[in-house]
């Protein structure tokens, strides 16, 4: 497979641009739905409960199909894996908005949730390609960053637009938007070689080392607590805050550009030391939480704290990335697609969590359990950025030996 041309890695901001406006086009997918339950289960003559699956069948499909998928092309060329795996997602986003039952639907989200996971593994894999090796950081914000900003602006303006002309328009402006980022992806991306080495047995070890998995962990745990009080965040404003009406609407408006901002934000960092800004992220966030629980009925204080959170929350991915990718080595382009995984098992187990603490008390609960979570997190946090790959352990040896002998 031909390597990147020079001037590429110059000037790789197309290609980064045509991977943003794909990454922007799932986030919408994945999300948007939240807000078109009613609409679906009363057209499709389902309860709204059974609607809240297609939420669960897409993220089981990042969790479980986006790795299976990997394992299976993993000497597909990075291009055409790219290629191939957003064009499947359109054709599957089209059969969801053509979709006759509930079944086809939520077949279609489970198979869209798959192809998202490979797309973002092979994203993350070809966008660090693409530039030199001081600015991986910076290029993974830009393939989350699409994600960011769709939860931020294209996931309100879907609902917006669903409200108005129906679900089913929702899945066609995916199909759309889709079509558009394909023609992208085809135009600006360029062939890579892929960064791993081996087959799928040869980069299983490395991308499931325990080293990796510890990491991944973390993820879990970061996402997991995050999620136990964000699944509740509505509630907890107008209940114990005192906000709702447009208020509300500010309050959450103002989370979401955080974690946009934040996602770029934390590239940077990435870049500068991704363990440092893991065991930072995860600071702020039991400080951002703790101010939550302890001051919920402050405005102020809340708005600060929500900003805060939403800067380091989605602005510790691109080093959690960073951190899976350096540490599988040879098994990095499988080692891609797991952080997406553990992410969105923490976010499904950190609901559960955080709906058990509900039941219980209240959305302060939630808020106190997310909390804990990610205050647990802390000691892992910082064990975890210890951890070296096998060739930067090599490399402190011979380093260590050169000296003595000198």
Request: proline share 5%.
């Amino acid at each position: 497979m031909t390597s990147v041309p020079p001037a590429v890695r110059r000037r790789p901001g197309p290609a980064l641009a045509a991977l943003f406006l794909a990454t922007f086009v799932m986030g919408s997918a994945e999300l948007v739905v939240v807000g078109l339950l009613r609409l679906v289960a009363g057209d499709l003559a389902v309860s709204v409960d059974t609607a809240g699956t297609l939420v669960t069948a897409y993220a089981l499909g990042i969790c479980v199909g986006g790795p299976l998928l990997t394992a299976l092309t993993i000497r597909v060329p990075r291009r055409t894996l790219v290629r191939a795996s957003l064009a499947g997602y359109v054709a599957g986003n089209l059969l969801a908005a053509l979709a006759p039952g509930f079944g086809t639907l939520l077949a279609a989200r489970a198979v869209t949730g798959a192809l998202q996971g490979l797309f973002l593994g092979t994203a993350f894999t070809v966008a660090a390609a693409l530039v030199p090796p001081e600015r991986t950081g910076r290029a993974i914000s830009m393939v989350f960053g699409g994600i960011a900003v769709s939860t931020a602006l294209g996931v309100p303006l879907g609902t917006l637009a669903a409200q108005h002309l129906g679900w089913r328009a929702a899945f066609t402006a995916v199909v759309v938007l889709g079509a558009l980022a394909l023609l992208a992806t085809a135009v600006c991306v360029p062939p890579v070689d892929g960064s791993g080495t081996g087959g799928l047995w040869a980069q299983s070890r490395h991308a499931l080392a325990p080293r990796v998995l510890a990491v991944l962990g973390v993820g879990f745990l970061l996402l997991g607590g995050q999620f136990a009080a964000f699944t509740y965040i509505t509630p907890f404003l107008e209940d114990v805050t005192g906000v709702s009406g447009v208020r509300l609407t500010l309050f959450l408006f103002a989370y979401g550009a955080a974690t946009a901002v934040g996602t770029f934000v934390g590239g940077w960092a990435a870049d500068r030391d991704a363990a440092r800004t893991l065991v930072a992220a995860n600071l702020v966030l039991v400080a951002a939480l703790a101010v939550l629980h302890t001051a919920g009925a402050s405005r102020v204080l809340v708005a600060c704290a929500l900003v805060l959170w939403g800067v380091v929350g989605f602005g510790l991915v691109p080093s959690l990335q960073y951190r899976v990718g350096l540490l599988a080595g040879p098994g990095r382009d499988l080692a891609a697609t797991l952080p997406a995984s553990a992410v969105n098992a923490g976010i499904a187990v950190g609901a559960v969590a955080g709906g058990a603490a509900v039941s219980h008390g209240g959305a302060a609960d939630a808020v106190l359990t997310g909390l804990l979570v990610c205050g647990a997190a802390l000691p892992a946090t910082w064990a975890s950025g210890r951890l070296r790959s096998p060739a930067a352990r090599q490399s402190a040896v011979a380093v260590a030996e050169s000296r003595a002998r000198g």
